[in-house]
């Protein structure tokens, strides 16, 4: 089946009115081609040919069977390269896989007991601050996003870095935020402008990274001074050997692009996925009171730890269905064909775009059943089996799935563990809904202000 036989969006000359919709509703426009063309249609913008997939067998063949061959759109890494340098999120094939091998330790299983007891530090010590505000109020209001991100910038750099940031927490979420609105700009565009260019962006951009390079580049050259194996991510780029491959080690550059990319990756999307998290336990409290119960049925009057949590089986479907509902990485599916390959009867030609959207396959009926409704149920070991394999893939899928993964949900889950025996959230009267809005990663498009209020017996 050529492109030719495929349906698809024809809107303004050269599809250019379509383009313009998924840039500035990108979220709507996938759901609507979903709506309207089924699992597979197929369109030109301009010069490209892009496929839109949203099936679970596809899916698997794009991301598993076809990794070799079908690989992320250059375009996007030009745009990450350039804070990210030549990490292990914009390399492919042999150097992809030898920074794999260097950097996947920090992310065995044997690691996390050590990396949970520095995120319950911090966890802990952000709610002891809103308890202490809570002796002399009813309730707290806050912005959740601007909370999340600065909880989740702060135990990126005690686990991975043994670093406090807290002074420099605003600037860095500040910085952030300017080259997630940036990047998701520049993916639009059909060129990158020169840096050297004194343009609005550029001069914004320019200032971001300067700060990200400092405080990254600061983390890196004072370790190497100390010359101290602090067992956390750093110190194991430092030392790391690729036993598998060559025998070589990082360069400090190396080090630094690795770093960078896991501080930016490792808070941002957690941040944001953790904001839909807690509106949507706020919205449902009866689903917040159930995880409470099982923490309490679980480990009594004492606090959840690390060994606690394979026994929390409703929080851990919580967490799963909010994925399911906001999969805060939507914008990192397209892919491109190095050579011609058939997904399913579809022949796609080398050089076509390939897209995905996990929001689009999580609010599939036919694998979620009343898919807009909240219902952690699904994600029960009763029920879970039920569920195909790639419906459900807000961690990407395949080889490049993210490496962190398992620290991700295991630092979710603690978070919401250690805060929901004392705290309870709720909604803002007369606050709406939150609009999902794609930048970097899927966030609420306003501020989202929750209530913060102790749990009363």
């Given amino acids: 089946m050529a492109i030719s036989t495929l349906s698809g969006p024809k809107d303004g000359l050269f599809n250019l009115r379509f383009a313009k919709r998924l840039r500035n ?3 709507e426009t996938y759901q609507s081609l979903h709506r309207e063309f089924g699992d597979r249609c197929a369109c030109r913008i301009g010069p490209y040919q892009i496929f839109f997939f949203f099936h679970p067998d596809d899916i698997h063949e794009i991301l598993v069977t076809h990794s070799k061959t079908i690989l992320r759109d250059p375009r996007p890494m030009q745009v990450f390269a350039q804070w990210n340098g030549n990490s292990l999120l914009i390399t492919e094939g ?27 530090v911090e966890i802990d010590a952000l709610k002891d601050q809103l308890l202490t505000r809570l002796k002399t109020q009813p309730s707290v209001e806050m912005d959740v996003d601007e909370t999340m991100t600065s909880l989740t910038l702060d135990i990126i750099c005690q686990t991975m870095f043994s670093t406090d940031l807290k002074s420099r ?39 971001a990274m300067a700060l990200l390079d400092q405080v990254v580049w600061t983390m890196v050259r004072q ?43 490792g808070h941002d ?9 807690f509106w949507l336990l706020a919205k449902h409290p009866d689903a917040a009171d159930r995880c409470r119960l099982e923490i ?16 929390l089986t409703w929080l851990n479907a919580v967490i799963r269905e ?114 999902p809005h794609m930048t970097a990663a899927l966030r609420p498009k306003d501020i989202l202000k929750l209530r913060f209020e102790v749990v009363r017996p």
């Fill in 94 to 120: 042999e150097q992809w896989l030898r920074q794999r091998r260097l950097v996947q330790p920090a992310f065995q299983a044997r690691r996390f007991e050590a990396y949970s007891q520095k995120m319950i």
């Fill in 223 to 265: 370790r190497r001074r100390e010359n101290v194996d602090k067992g956390d991510l750093l110190s194991m780029l430092l030392t790391a050997v690729d036993e598998e491959g060559d025998g070589g080690t990082l360069t400090d550059r190396q080090i630094r692009d690795e770093a960078m990319t896991l501080m930016l990756a």
């Fill in 269 to 277: 999307t957690t941040a944001a996925a953790l904001d839909w998290l």
């Fill in 296 to 311: 309490q049925q679980t480990c009594g009057d004492r606090p959840v730890e690390f060994s606690d949590l394979p026994k």
């Fill in 25 to 27: 509703q990108l979220v």
């Fill in 322 to 435: 909010s994925l399911r509902l906001y999969p805060p990485a939507i914008g990192v599916f397209l892919r491109k064909a190095t050579q011609d390959v058939r997904i399913g009867d579809v022949d796609v030609p080398k050089g076509a775009l390939i897209s995905l959207s996990s929001l689009v396959t999580h609010r599939d009926a036919r694998w979620f059943p009343e898919p807009d409704r909240f219902d952690p149920e699904r994600f029960l070991p009763s029920r879970a089996g039920s569920i195909p394999q790639y419906a459900w893939f807000p961690f990407g899928a395949g080889p490049r799935s993210c490496i962190g993964l398992h620290f991700a949900m295991m630092e979710m889950s603690l978070i919401v563990a250690r805060w929901l025996p004392a705290l309870r959230w709720t909604t803002v009267a007369g606050e709406p809904d939150p609009v």
């Fill in 169 to 207: 927490a605003s600037e860095i979420r500040t910085a952030v935020a300017t080259l997630a609105e940036i990047a998701y700009h520049e993916m639009q565009q059909p060129f990158i402008w020169p840096l050297w260019l004194p343009t609005r962006w550029n001069r914004r951009k320019k200032a």
